[in-house]
């Protein structure tokens, strides 16, 4: 069965961080492209960030570029995404998501988690 579970969302407040984790199982982890994508209220997905399967390349989106680092480890089948200085406009639930296409379209991807909420406020 295949499994990804997100972990580290929290209430933070302006100008603060977390480290979301997401763990990979029922699949070849290292043989994925992985995704961050965000769904605040009322609102569709939005994709935030993207790491090739080896790890060497990352992609961000604008409104989340210079503040989120994402990474992974294949020996421990995990990925994870740094977030530093958030706002109010990153409260959203954060999914990882495994697919070559960087989309906000959650067909487009072969594996979506189950998400974890990241509330920004004060």
């Known amino acids: 069965e295949v499994q990804l579970v997100e972990s580290g969302g929290d209430l933070v407040q302006p100008g603060g961080s977390l480290r979301l984790s997401c763990a990979a199982s029922g699949f070849t982890f290292g043989n994925y492209d992985m995704s961050w994508v965000r769904q605040a209220p009322g609102k569709g997905p939005e994709w935030v960030s993207a790491?090739?399967?080896?790890?060497?390349?990352?992609y961000y989106a604008d409104s989340v570029k210079g503040r989120f680092t994402i990474s992974r480890d294949n020996a421990k089948n995990t990925l994870y995404l740094q977030m530093n200085s958030l706002k109010p406009e990153d409260t959203a639930v954060y999914y990882c998501?495994?697919?070559?296409?960087?989309?906000?379209?959650?067909?487009?991807?072969?594996?979506w988690g189950q998400g974890t909420q990241v509330t920004v406020s004060s």
């Open positions: 790491i090739n399967s080896g790890g060497g390349s990352t």
């Open positions: 998501a495994a697919a070559s296409k960087y989309t906000n379209r959650k067909d487009d991807y072969n594996y």
